[in-house]
């Protein structure tokens, strides 16, 4: 068998083109690479999304700090609150309540008298439009 006839019968029984198999080759790295391209973008705007949200977080904690300042709870050992004026009343149990004191015993906003001295009070906040001191 003649040297072309043994190239046909070897084209016919594993036919292998190498030019396009090396365009294949190449058309799969180029894609591989724009994949990886595509990844790295991913990831950048995935960090850049948790730094937003870490810089949300640190604001909002600020925030709360500021909110927490602002409300001043006094212990209600320390005194300093008027008879019948109406208050809030931070409980044991962590309830928050409007009540007032008549001398040395605390009521609930309704009139009936609660059953525990609270441990802290604060004057009930303003209302977000009033401006006055």
């Known amino acids: 068998m003649s040297d072309q006839a043994q190239l046909t019968a070897f084209q016919e029984k594993f036919p292998l083109d190498l030019f396009s ?10 894609e591989w690479a724009e994949q990886q391209i595509q990844i790295g ?14 810089d949300m977080s ?3 904690e600020q925030e709360l700090m500021s909110i927490r300042t ?14 019948e004026t109406t208050v809030l009343m931070a409980l044991k149990d962590h309830e928050v309540w409007p009540g007032y004191r008549i001398g ?5 906003a309704s009139g009936d008298p609660c059953t525990e001295i609270p441990t802290h ?8 439009m ?3 001191p």
């Open 104 to 108: 040395q015993q605390w009521f609930y």
């Open 41 to 54: 973008t991913l990831n950048y705007e995935v960090a850049e999304q948790r730094r937003i949200q870490d």
């Open 130 to 132: 009033d401006t006055a």
């Open 21 to 30: 198999s090396y365009n294949a080759f190449e058309q799969l790295a180029a």
């Open 70 to 83: 602002a409300i001043n709870w006094t212990l209600t050992s320390d005194g300093g609150i008027d008879d």
């Open 121 to 128: 009070w604060m004057d009930i906040p303003r209302h977000p």
């Open 58 to 60: 640190e604001e909002h």
